[in-house]
Structures are given as structure tokens and as C-alpha cells.
């Protein structure tokens, strides 16, 4: 790795880190800069503002999903019906096992202002995505576990419901403040967004799984309590 690529990392790594312990709005670009040492002019050469490190931080991030989702869909002998699942289920940016990097993204990328921000991330996810999944359903339409002609098409298609559901998601996330009511929309959400793409595929009921509902649920308890205890040390500070 070049020296320019090792500083714009270094630079990325340090930002995420100070993101999740002082919050996007509390970290400054100075205040990267001091944590590594580094020169305004060194830090404007690779980003022009925060919110282009933070893209880059989840554009990486979206890279590295993929990557590992197709690893994970790769992995042994897998049906089509298995492959598609594992696929998609680790693939999502928001997994339940980083509930820093969610809240993160749920601050940023899903308020009013954050339309540019998830077009970018979508995007990445499109680009990575529709090739391991295209390959995915040409298994399933070989094995008669799918039934669609347009391969191509069907798999756009289904990703875009895919990050459409995880948008839903997100705002929920974002927006719900009661716990109960939070894992029971999502998991509505859930339901209908699997069931669509099973008849889009015209595959078994109850054959995808796109993720697991605990997995959705244990995510929404980690989000808002962690949401709470910040609001809770928010006010003792103040105090």
C-alpha cells in the first residue's frame, strides 16, 4: 500500500473511532487531526469535508460486506435457497453484532438531509451485489428452486426491495422510541419484504429469510437502549 493510501486509512480509521466516542456532530475535522497528528493541508488532499470521510467510511464498510457475504454464500455446498440467504443477510450495512457503526449511520444517513449519502451507498451495494446474486439465481432457475426468465432483471429487482427493506428499517430505527413497538413493526417489515421476493422468485413460503427476526429484534433493543443510556449521560453532564 502506498504512503498516501496508509494516511487516507489511517485517516478513516481515526474519524470512525472518534465518531462513535464523541458523536458525528461533536468531532470536528481539528479534532481528527489532533488524535493523528495531522496537517489540515495533509487531511483536505484526500476528503473535503466530515461527511466525505464519513461516505468513504461507509462505502468501505458496504465493500466489505459484500465481499464477506459472498465469502459466507461460498462457503460448503449450499442449496440456491441457502446461498440467496446467506447473501443477503450479510450484506446489510446495519449487522446486529455493530451496533456503534447502525447508530452511526442511523444519525447521518437517515435524517432529511442524508438522501445523497444512502443514493451513494446503494449504489456501492448495487455495483458489488448484482453479480454473486445473478450467479446465485441461475443456480436456483438450474435446480428448480426459482422459476424466473429475465435473471438479469429479477436480480435488480430483488436487491433494490432488499435495500428498500433495509431503509424501512433504518427509519424505523431512527424514528421508533418504544421498544415493543420498534421489533413489531420491524418485524411486519420483515415478513413482507421476504414474502415479496418469494413470489418473485416463486419460491416455497417461508424459504427466504433475508434475517433472522431475533437477530432484527436483538439489534432494536441494542439501538435504543444504547440510544437511552446516552441521553441519560447527556443530562448528567449537563447536571
Known amino acids: 500500500m502506498k504512503k498516501g493510501d496508509m494516511r487516507r486509512e489511517e485517516l478513516l480509521s481515526t474519524a470512525e473511532k472518534l465518531f462513535y466516542t464523541k458523536g458525528y456532530e461533536k468531532t470536528s475535522v481539528q479534532d481528527i487531526l489532533d488524535e493523528m497528528n495531522f496537517s489540515k493541508g495533509g487531511f483536505y ?32 455446498e449450499k442449496t440456491a435457497v441457502d446461498r440467496l440467504n446467506a447473501l443477503l443477510s450479510s450484506s446489510t450495512l446495519w449487522q446486529s453484532d455493530n451496533p456503534g ?75 421508533e ?21 418469494e413470489r418473485i422468485l416463486v419460491a416455497p413460503f417461508g424459504s427466504v429469510v433475508l434475517f433472522e427476526a431475533k437477530d432484527l429484534q436483538l439489534l432494536g433493543q441494542r439501538i435504543l437502549r444504547d440510544r437511552t443510556r446516552k441521553r441519560a449521560e447527556t443530562l448528567l453532564s449537563v447536571k
Open 45 to 76: 488532499h484526500h476528503f473535503d469535508s466530515k461527511l466525505s470521510v464519513l461516505e468513504a467510511i461507509c462505502e468501505q464498510r458496504a465493500q466489505e460486506n459484500c465481499e464477506e457475504a459472498c465469502k459466507r454464500a461460498d462457503e460448503g
Open 101 to 175: 457503526f447502525v447508530a452511526l449511520l442511523i444519525q447521518v444517513a437517515y435524517r432529511e438531509d442524508g438522501a445523497l449519502m444512502r443514493a451513494k451507498m446503494e449504489a456501492c451495494q448495487l455495483a458489488c451485489m448484482q453479480e454473486p446474486l445473478e450467479k446465485v439465481l441461475r443456480q436456483g432457475v438450474k435446480s428448480g428452486e426459482f422459476f424466473v426468465e429475465d435473471v438479469s432483471a429479477c436480480t435488480s429487482l430483488i436487491l433494490r426491495l432488499y435495500m428498500q427493506f433495509t431503509d424501512e428499517i433504518a427509519f424505523l430505527l431512527a424514528q
Open 177 to 197: 422510541k418504544i421498544e415493543e413497538q420498534l421489533c413489531e413493526k420491524m418485524v411486519k417489515k420483515l415478513r413482507v419484504y421476504r414474502t415479496a421476493i
